[in-house]
């Protein structure tokens, strides 16, 4: 009989979203479009549609310390990629979920999509969303913030200055990197800005930029729909300026070929498999 190919598996921390447009169903379906497996541990269940978050009901710990204990016992994880949390105590579970994985695996990427709203500023936990994320953004490796989450993450006070220099801040307080999306800027092109920790000869930080041209329309899931894809390909065994760039790329062919469910915010089409490129 032929041994069989294995995909490599991303461990996936997020929400359920009832209407498939965002959370651990875009997640699923950009996980598996980059060639690699999605192991997904629902941290809490959302009452919304295409447009509008209406409540959040975060997952117990027990349930959600049951399902990782049952699958870090038998599959081996590539990569990790973070969403809503739900709630400050489940971040703290999933904090110490990673915690024992790097035990094995210190080089392990999680890459966390710091999502404190919806595209309409919804709450998308039951407590303040950003006291809720705080557990696991020490965490992380890559760091996808939009820029009003870049604006909450880092407040005025904290940084008297322009974008880069608050995703600098974000970089140096959470000792990572982060990809700060433009797609909430104006204009015809969507900037996206890497910002990367180099150590040689002292610590500094690396800009590195890719522009997109803006689309017409609004979408849901394209933040969740990035950071799963980056995931992906981390598992894959790429670099960063690969798997960023690969990501990206394809995000961008999803939003084009993105496809309505109703009225408001269209779905990004993620079935476009790209595989082991």
Not at 43 to 53: G, K, M, S, Y
Not at 149 to 154: F, I, M, N, P, S
Request: aromatic residues 6%; glycine residues 6%; charged residues 15%.
């Amino acid at each position: 009989m032929n041994e069989r190919h294995q995909r490599p598996c991303v461990l996936v921390f997020a929400g359920h979203d009832p209407s498939g447009g965002a959370g651990i169903q875009a997640d699923i379906e950009a996980i598996a479009a980059q060639g690699a497996h999605a192991v997904p541990i629902i941290t809490a269940l959302t009452v919304q549609d295409n447009n509008r978050v209406h409540a959040v009901y975060p997952v117990s710990t027990t349930i959600l310390r049951e399902q990782f204990d049952a699958v870090f016992a038998q599959l081996p994880i590539a990569a990790i990629k973070l969403g809503i949390v739900g709630s400050y105590d489940n971040a703290i579970l999933i904090a110490d979920c990673i915690s024992k994985i790097r035990q094995r695996q210190p080089d392990l990427c999680v890459v966390l999509d710091p999502v404190l709203a919806s595209g309409h500023g919804d709450a998308l936990s039951v407590q303040d969303p950003l006291y809720a994320l705080r557990p696991v953004l020490a965490c992380a490796t890559l760091l996808t913030p939009n820029l009003p989450e870049l604006a909450r993450l880092v407040p005025n006070e904290a940084s008297d200055s322009n974008e880069y220099q608050r995703a600098e801040t974000l970089c140096h307080q959470f000792s990572c990197d982060v990809l700060l999306k433009g797609g909430h800027a104006h204009g015809d092109v969507v900037s996206n800005h890497w910002f990367q920790r180099q150590f040689a000869p002292t610590l500094s930080i690396q800009k590195t930029s890719w522009h997109w041209p803006r689309l017409d329309g609004e979408f849901h899931g394209s933040g969740c729909t990035l950071a799963a894809a980056i995931a992906g390909r981390f598992a894959l065994g790429h670099n960063a300026p690969h798997a960023l760039s690969l990501a990206q790329d394809y995000v961008q062919q999803c939003l084009r070929k993105a496809y309505a469910i109703a009225p408001g915010q269209a779905i990004p089409s993620r079935s476009l498999f790209q595989g082991a490129v």
